[in-house]
Structures are given as structure tokens and as C-alpha cells.
């Protein structure tokens, strides 16, 4: 039973443009978000978080938008670099329990 | 502090072997989550636990899995009799509750 979606498995940009990764979830329940970067052989490295009770946060480059209505969050890159090539993953956490239902993961590549 | 670490990195073994990782998460994380990811999937929860009490494990954690935390600090997670299907990434993350998850960088186990 997949809660998380990430219905892109891959993402291609041009260096000094906005990445937009997309996430979507089934279960109402979520009322906090996370998005995480992962390169090869790495953990996952958290970048950003977004609770129920927002509909944006922004940190740096870094901008999640969150509508609950539509059961779907974004992230937005702006600009992207080549260091942002990565998988990212989207995360959803219920009442902060911690045990984070993911996304499959979405492949960006940022090209010169 | 330099984050969570895990040992060992990669581990390949013979089916019907048992392993053992380990996980040392940030100091005064009271919490200490297992997961695992394989090939083209977003990682999936395990177990976990707060201070040294296991409060939850999931339905992927068969009887042959079984997690530790003694002491409220490190953690290790044995896989009795592998099998092939075990072959994955186990990830350890840490967090104080109901903060942020830091995730390891992974023990990769490859069971022949």
C-alpha cells in the first residue's frame, strides 16, 4: 500500500533553471512533510520539512509548497546546479511518531 | 559529532548465514529508526526505538530480524538464515522526538 507517490522517476533541468518535484499522498493522516537528497552510496540528507498547518517554507534555494486539499506537495529548486543531481525523496510522518512512509524517489539531473 | 554511522558499509554473505549490523546514532538522539531500501524504491521502515524500549516494528521484520538497542545508544539489527530477498540497503537514522530524522550512510548487504 503505496501512501507516497512519486509518480516522476526522473527529472531533467538546465543549470540556472527551477527544478519542480512532485509528491503526492493518500492518507489524510500526514501532517508533516520532508524532502530528502541522496547520492549514490549516501544516506539520505534531509533538506526541507513542511508541516500540515503551512502551505509553504522556504529555506535558501529551497522552497516546499504544500496543498492539503489535493493531497500534494512540490519542491521547488531554484536556481538548479549541477550539485543538486541527486534522487530526492519525499517523506510523510503522522503525529510524529517518525516512521516516514517515502516516495519512490525522483532522479534530477542538472545539466551545464 | 560527526553524524550517524554504521558499520559495516557493504557486507556479502552466503544464504543461510547470519549478520549483524550496527548503528551509532548522534549523541543525545533518543530515537533510533531501521530501514531498508532496495533497488528503485524509497526507503521503508523497520522498526524503532526510543531510548532502549523497541516500540514498534513493521510487518516486513520477519522473525529472523531482530533489533537491539541496550543501552539507549548504539543499535544492532541481525538477520538469521539470509535469504536472497534480503539483499538491500539498511538505513539507521536518529532523531530527538518528534524532530528531523539524520539518516547513516548505509550497510549495503548482498547475500549470494
Known amino acids: 500500500d503505496q501512501q507516497v507517490k512519486q509518480n516522476s522517476p526522473s527529472l531533467s533541468v538546465q543549470e540556472g533553471r527551477i527544478s519542480i518535484l512532485n509528491c503526492d499522498y493518500t492518507?489524510?493522516?500526514?501532517?508533516?512533510f520532508l524532502w530528502y537528497k541522496k547520492y549514490p552510496a549516501e544516506g539520505p540528507t534531509f533538506l526541507i520539512s513542511?508541516?500540515?498547518?503551512?502551505d509553504k517554507n522556504e529555506d535558501g534555494r529551497f522552497t516546499v509548497f504544500l496543498n492539503k486539499s489535493a493531497k500534494h506537495l512540490s519542491l521547488h529548486i531554484v536556481p538548479s546546479q549541477p550539485g543538486d543531481s541527486a534522487v530526492y525523496f519525499c517523506?510523510?510522518?503522522?503525529?510524529?511518531?517518525?516512521?516516514?512512509?517515502f516516495g519512490a524517489g525522483t532522479q534530477v539531473v542538472v545539466t551545464p | 559529532d560527526t553524524g550517524v554511522s554504521q558499520d559495516p558499509r557493504h557486507k556479502i554473505t552466503k544464504r543461510g548465514q547470519n549478520v549483524t549490523f550496527r548503528c551509532d546514532p548522534i549523541?543525545?538522539?533518543?530515537?533510533l529508526y531501521w530501514y531498508r531500501q532496495t533497488l528503485g524504491q524509497g526507503p521503508e521502515f523497520l522498526t524503532y526505538f526510543q531510548n532502549e524500549a523497541q516500540l514498534e516494528k513493521s510487518r516486513l521484520l520477519s522473525d529472523r530480524f531482530s533489533a537491539e538497542r541496550p543501552k539507549g545508544s548504539f543499535s544492532t539489527l541481525e538477520i538469521q538464515r539470509t535469504e536472497q530477498g534480503d539483499s538491500a540497503m539498511y538505513l539507521c537514522a536518529s532523531s530527538v522526538r518528534g524532530d528531523t530524522q539524520y539518516f547513516g550512510p548505509g550497510t549495503r548487504l548482498t547475500v549470494l
Open positions: 513542511i508541516s500540515s498547518i503551512k
Open positions: 492518507n489524510s493522516m500526514f501532517d508533516y
Open positions: 517523506a510523510a510522518d503522522t503525529d510524529s511518531w517518525g516512521k516516514l512512509q
Open positions: 549523541s543525545e538522539h533518543n530515537r
